[in-house]
């Protein structure tokens, strides 16, 4: 296969100073993409912290490289510093094809250990940054006909993970925009997908790093461990969302360590009575829950049609 090229394009990286987003920004730029590095400085857990210097600093490793790279370092968790970042990349770089919203905070905490001053922020980050980031941009890509916006979801998200009730919904959250955004984008050439990553970070250092469970089962550590589990065995398959030649849309694929599978929402074929009862449902608890012949909508509608299938059987 020949090499595949961002020649010409133009992509903004939000959370791009360190981590996930600067592997995917480095990818870009090698391939060819003009890059917004984008990245507020935070520290793992947020706060009012402000440092242009992660974002830069990627952006001279960019260009180190031969790449073009601009760096910012709004908020992509207020509207001003999102439209900021967008109109930037456009004046800068004169378009914007791609935007990978990978901005993130996390607050490991047990339910009723959150207050709301702890969550909330983390909706902002995840939440409303992808909103934010996103309207901008669709719109210009709406003017253009074309665009791929990839959203970080989250494995935790998706399938749940003790102590980040919060974070948790944030990125569930991201799922169903990513889902509806495809739907609606498509009529305009936009695509929208998300990825559920796993890499070592300083988010996941304590988990994935050193002292955590792969680190025991497969005896590496440090560097070989950071090149089993890097962000660069993510990069790609978030890069490849990026692509024009790539169809998907409304997808997930989770990723890491150079795994790479595709993750979706299914629904079990299910019971159907006509006249249902509380204990008609505890009954068949175990049909309803059963896997077999599961069915993974494309939207909602599709789910509808479901119901509409067992009205025609029941005929
Ligand atoms: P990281 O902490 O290295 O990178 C996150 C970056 O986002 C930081 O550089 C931070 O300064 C920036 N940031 C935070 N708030 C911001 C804001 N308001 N505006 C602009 N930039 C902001 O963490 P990592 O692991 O690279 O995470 C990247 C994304 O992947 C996050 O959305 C995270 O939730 C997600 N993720 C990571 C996983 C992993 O295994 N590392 C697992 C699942 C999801």
Redesign the pocket.
Known sequence: MSELRFDERVALV?????????AHALLLASRGAAVMV???????M?GQDH?AT?AENVVAEIRALGGIASSN?????TRD?AESMVSATIEEFGGLDIVI??????RNRTFLNIGEYEFEPVL???VK?CFYVTRPAYEHMKSVGYGRIIN?????GLFGSFGQSA?SAA?AAIYGFTRTLAIEGARYGIHVNA??????????GDV?GDDGEIADMTGLTGEDLLMQLG?QQVAPAVVYLAHETCALNGETLSA?GGRVARAFMGVTKGIYEEDLTLESVAERIEAICDETNYVVPDNVDKEMQLLLEHFETEK
Do not use: E, F
Request: glycine fraction near 22%.
């Open positions: 939000t959370g791009a100073g360190g981590g996930l987003g600067r984008n990245d507020l400085g935070s520290p793992t947020g440092d992660p370092s709004d908020s992509v968790a510093g919203n990978n901005a993130g905070i996390i902002d980050v995840h940054g970080t979801s989250s494995g935790s974070y990125k990825i559920a990553p796993g890499a070592l970070t300083r988010m996941t994935l962000p890491s």
